[in-house]
């Protein structure tokens, strides 16, 4: 048995204070400018993309505009793979500046994209090929942001300091359908002129933020006790497929229910509602946007109690609660009422969803060696992501119009916790473990 680690850790400096505190802002405004781009590109998957870029707005249209939401998740893998080998290697840090530039790039790039009525067959070509960009980044970030925190947190904080860059996933969501929420109040014509285009273009402001703060962190401890004891991995990724087989494949389980549970909401649940039900764009955005907000509060909440009770009671109340609330999450939906519609996201995304996915990044990160544990976190949750998050949005698009019935949407929801669930079980709790080992 794995014993808590119970090295000492006396009055800090005010040193050492600062640093503490630009290492967790580095790691959140990283995640927060990752997922306002990748988050914009599934909000426009659902609203614009299907008449701009493949000149349909029927499920056509909608399906392969998610199609393209799916492409970035199978791009993710290429960068967990890239990212994770280079962080851990060369170290965490510097690998987070080279994944934020490209995001911001690529997202800042698709705000100037010519449309289907301009430029024929390359405008979805192009969007494609910026939305593999967008996943090759985000598939590097994620990793790296949560280990940034986690191998820096004091004992027993973890699963608190692991939950601070997640919740960058809210406060991400939040900047995204607010603003987005905001051009689309435009008359129509102008939002499918040129209204859409804003969101992705103030991304610079963003990616210019979060390089200035990121310059100015240290490497974690852990990386550079590995550093100086000469243990770094020459080939990580090889070491954990050989070593460790068994922690890649129960991260990629623990992950398959935040992301299908995740992106039906944030995807599918607002191209369903608007377009389905008739719902106003304007309505579902800000019940979005309110819940992610939330988040802000409930991710680190979660984390911080995975801390207390340990990460597999934690994950396994949300994913029970998850299976008892997914029925009556679209049923609010279809009530068309707008305080049932924002009581639907609220209870739907900071507490079933952010129950599961505040200990995760501690989890995960707790699954795997110090010398690979970069790789290790990165290929599992982004090969998690790729088959069972970007396909999502895809697949309960597919089985709404193949069967006329959101039921069957709502049993694969179901089907994705039960998977997570058996994941959590396969390994021990890890809490107390020791990040150091190698």
């Known amino acids: ?19 503490d505190r630009r290492t967790m802002v580095a790691g959140t405004v990283g995640t927060v400018m990752e997922w306002y781009d990748f988050n914009l590109y599934g909000l426009a998957s659902a609203l614009i993309f299907g008449p701009l870029f493949f000149g349909s707005g029927s499920v056509g249209g909608t399906l392969a505009s998610f199609a393209t939401f799916a492409v970035g998740f199978a791009a993710r893998p290429i960068g967990g793979v890239l990212f994770g080998h280079l962080g851990d290697r060369i170290g965490r840090k510097q690998v987070l500046l080279v994944t934020m530039l490209a995001m911001g790039v690529c997202t800042t790039l698709i705000g100037v994209l010519p449309t289907h009525a301009v430029a024929g067959i390359w405008a979805p070509i192009l969007l494609i090929v910026l939305r593999v960009g967008q996943g090759i980044a985000v598939g590097g970030e994620f990793a790296g942001a949560t280990l ?14 692991g939950a601070i860059p997640a919740m ?18 435009l008359p129509e014509e102008q939002f499918t002129t040129w209204g859409w285009r804003i969101p992705f273009l103030l991304s610079v402001g963003l990616v210019l933020f979060g390089l200035w703060v990121r310059t100015g962190i240290k490497e974690t401890p852990v990386f550079a006790d590995l550093t100086e004891r000469g243990e770094v991995a020459r080939f990580p990724l090889l070491v954990t497929l050989r070593r460790q087989p068994g922690a890649v494949v129960r991260t990629m389980g623990i992950t398959i229910s935040g992301f299908v549970w995740g992106y039906l909401i ?95 990044a501690a989890l995960v990160a707790e699954q795997f060696n110090a010398n690979v544990r970069y790789s290790g976190v990165s ?21 709404l119009a193949a069967t006329g019935s959101i039921d069957i949407v709502a049993l694969y929801v179901v089907a994705g916790c039960v998977l997570t669930l058996i ?16």
């Open 1 to 19: 048995m794995i014993e808590p680690v119970v090295a000492e850790s006396g009055p800090k400096t005010v040193e050492e204070s600062t640093v």
């Open 148 to 161: 940034l925190t986690v191998e820096n947190a004091p004992p027993g904080k973890r699963g608190l300091y």
């Open 168 to 185: 960058g996933t809210g406060a991400g969501f939040v900047l995204a359908s607010a603003v987005f929420g905001l051009v689309s109040l």
């Open 266 to 360: 944030q995807a599918f649940a607002l191209s369903y509602a608007t377009k389905t039900l008739g719902l106003p764009k304007s309505t579902m955005l800000w019940a979005i946007a309110l819940a992610s907000a939330l988040e802000i509060v409930a991710i680190p909440f979660w984390g911080w109690l995975s801390d207390r009770i340990g990460r597999r009671v934690t994950v396994t109340i949300g994913l029970v609660l998850t299976v008892a609330y997914v029925f009556p999450f679209f049923a609010l939906l279809e009530t068309k009422s707008t305080p049932l519609v924002f009581l639907a996201m609220v209870l739907a995304i900071p507490v079933c969803k952010d129950m599961v996915f505040g200990p995760q």
């Open 379 to 399: 290929v599992g949750r982004e090969f998690g992501g790729a088959i069972f998050g970007g396909t999502a949005p895809f697949v309960a698009t597919a089985l």
């Open 423 to 438: 994941a959590v079980f396969a390994g021990r709790e890890t809490a107390n473990r020791d990040l150091r080992d190698a």
